[in-house]
C-alpha cells in the first residue's frame, strides 16, 4: 500500500482577526520599509504520513481524525489539505 503526506493546514477564517499575522505585517512595514506587504496570515500546518490505497482516501482517514479529535474549531478555522506522495 502506498503512502502519502497528507498536509492539514489551519488558519482562521477570513472574518477572524488574526493579531499573530497582524503583527508580522506591522513589523514588516514599520521595521523593514515593505509597504508592498499588504496582507499576512498565520496558520497551523499538521504533516500526517499514512498508508492508503489512493490519495482521496489518504485526505479522508486524515480529515476524519482531525474532526474526531476536534483538531480545530469549525467554527472559526478553515481547513485545507494537500497530499503528496511520500
Avoid at 36 to 49: D, E, G, T, W
Avoid at 55 to 73: G, H
Wanted: aromatic letters at 4%; charged letters at 30%; one cysteine or more.
Amino acid at each position: 500500500m502506498p503512502s502519502f503526506k497528507v498536509n492539514v493546514i489551519i488558519e482562521n477564517k477570513p472574518e477572524i482577526v488574526d493579531p499573530e499575522g497582524d503583527t508580522i505585517l506591522n513589523d514588516l512595514i514599520l521595521k523593514d520599509k515593505k509597504t508592498s506587504i499588504k496582507k499576512v496570515r498565520s496558520a497551523k500546518m499538521l504533516r500526517f504520513v499514512i498508508d492508503a490505497k489512493n490519495k482521496e482516501s489518504a485526505e479522508k482517514t486524515v480529515l476524519d481524525i482531525c474532526n474526531q479529535f476536534r483538531i480545530f474549531n469549525p467554527l472559526v478555522s478553515k481547513v485545507s489539505v494537500e497530499t503528496l506522495g511520500a
